[in-house]
């Protein structure tokens, strides 16, 4: 599909906490969920289904964009359809938009962008790409009914998590009785669990790295067999201990170019 369809094929589809306590385990709202019974005939279908398995399967479908040995559903659980799991659901309807680190008005292209950069420590994808058309399907699909412009209901977002001081000491507990066994004690990860630090994890830049970030995640999330089990106070000192090793770092001037097209290509 041709990068100018993008627009038109997105439009389609759109058209068609700071927390102090210990919340229960359940889900603020209902997930969503993919309907493949509503998918579009034709190549467009084929395209949602595709970004659904990228998302799933990031490093073996994106292998030339992907250093770090992750998958896009490690931060977007349930391919991006749980509430604070990094949900995908309205979120094609709030683009474009201004982006305070990019100092720019920015697209769900570039956004996408930003996660093979930061989270995947990678590179992007050309905007023309099956894959990232693939990706803005699967993301605008989940976004239709949403008005354009519209909030997504904030208790579908992360959680913030900011109360002050670590205590890394605990927080190295709650790791070693939690995590390290999906995670493993060196934070590298596994074929199935993603690692937490090391040259193979998210970089410096990704919004990961934010500790309030990660502790929200954590405290909805994980760990997988238990999520929601987590105090916050477990959450955001093990977010710390996590954010205490090394990872690599955002090479901010690193170049990216994505191939030339001939003007009969648009």
């Not at 579009?40 to 399967?57: A, D, K, S, T, W």
């Not at 989940?142 to 900011?162: E, F, H, V, Y």
């Not at 109360?163 to 070693?176: E, F, I, M, Q």
């Not at 954010?243 to 990216?256: E, I």
Request: proline share 8%.
């Amino acid at each position: 599909m041709k990068r100018g369809l993008v627009a038109v094929f997105a439009a389609a589809f759109l058209a068609g906490c700071a927390s102090g306590g210990s919340q229960s385990a359940a889900s603020p709202v209902p997930q969503a969920t993919f309907d493949t019974a509503g998918l579009p005939p034709g190549e467009p279908g084929v395209l949602i289904r595709y970004g659904r398995e990228i998302v799933n399967h990031t490093r073996a479908l994106m292998q030339p964009y992907v250093v770090a040995n992750m998958d896009c559903a490690a931060c977007h659980v349930d391919a991006g359809l749980r509430p604070r799991g990094g949900s995908f659901v309205g979120i094609a309807a709030q683009f474009p938009q201004w982006n305070k680190r990019a100092k720019r008005t920015i697209a769900l292209q570039d956004r996408l962008a930003e996660c093979f950069l930061y989270s995947m420590n990678g590179r992007p994808p050309p905007y023309d790409s099956r894959e990232m058309i693939a990706l803005v399907s699967y993301i605008t699909y989940l976004s239709r009914g949403t008005p354009i412009g519209a909030k997504p209901d904030p208790q579908t977002r992360l959680a913030s998590i900011a109360l002050g001081t670590p205590n890394l000491k605990h927080g190295s507990d709650v790791y070693a009785a939690k995590c390290s066994k999906c995670h493993l004690a060196s934070g590298g990860g596994t074929s199935i669990y993603p690692p937490l630090w090391g040259a193979k994890s998210f970089n410096a830049g990704a919004g990961m790295h934010r500790i309030t970030t990660m502790a929200g995640f954590v405290r909805y999330n994980m760990p997988q067999d238990a999520p929601g089990t987590l105090t916050d106070r477990e959450a955001y000192d093990v977010s710390a201990y996590v954010l205490g090793h090394a990872r690599p770092k955002f090479q901010r001037n690193r170049v990216v170019a994505f191939p030339a097209q001939p003007a009969k290509f648009f």
